[in-house]
Structure formats: structure tokens, C-alpha cells
């Protein structure tokens, strides 16, 4: 599981909710006793937030602390890389694409030495 894409996805959601809900970081942020950064932070995927963090942000917008938790297969589905080869660009985990990368990097160096 690819965390930094969970951190965003948790982030993505309360800023959706914050917004539905008409608030400004600010006004969630001391709602729920925290600092305005704090929320950005979180917003922006940068944060790691504890759980009780989560559930006073979710006690304040008025939901469930299940509707910022994204699926295993969404995280899965944003965590994968397009490359383009020549069939086409195709979506894989970031491991494989690195080596498909090189792969593709090699083999065109290749083609302009010969030229």
C-alpha cells in the first residue's frame, strides 16, 4: 500500500467535506482545537493525522471518520504510474514502472547510437 497516496486521498475527502460544509481551514482547525497549518497539512496529504485528530475533524463536519477512509483498491488505482511505450501508455505499480522505464530509456539509447 502505497501511504503518501492514502495520506492524499484522506486529505482530498476533508477538504471535499470542509467545503460542503461552508468552512474555511481556519473555522474547522479551531472547531476541532487544532491550528489552521494543521488542516492544510492534512488537506495536502502532507500530514500523517492521529486518529483522535480524524474523528474530532469528522465530529465538527458532521460525518462518520469511514467516509475520509478510502478503499484498499483506490488507493491501489491512484497508486499506479502511466508509461508510455510504444503500444501505448500503460498503468502500472511504481516498482514496475521504474524497471519498464529503464527498460524503455535503454533501449531508445541504444536505437540513437546506432543512428
Do not use: W
Amino acid at each position: 500500500m502505497d501511504e503518501k497516496v492514502l495520506y492524499k486521498l484522506i486529505g482530498e475527502r476533508v477538504k471535499r467535506h470542509r467545503l460542503a460544509a461552508g468552512m474555511s481551514q481556519a473555522q474547522l482547525a479551531a472547531a476541532a482545537g487544532h491550528l489552521r497549518a494543521s488542516v492544510a497539512n492534512l488537506e495536502k496529504g502532507r500530514q500523517r493525522p492521529q486518529l483522535y485528530f480524524l474523528y474530532e475533524l469528522c465530529a465538527q463536519l458532521g460525518i462518520h471518520v469511514a467516509a475520509l477512509l478510502p478503499l484498499e483498491s483506490e488507493i491501489q488505482k491512484s497508486s499506479l504510474v502511466e508509461v508510455n511505450t510504444d503500444r501505448g501508455v500503460d498503468h502500472l505499480p511504481p516498482v514496475s514502472a521504474a524497471v519498464l522505464q529503464r527498460m524503455l530509456s535503454t533501449r531508445k539509447a541504444k536505437k540513437r547510437a546506432r543512428v
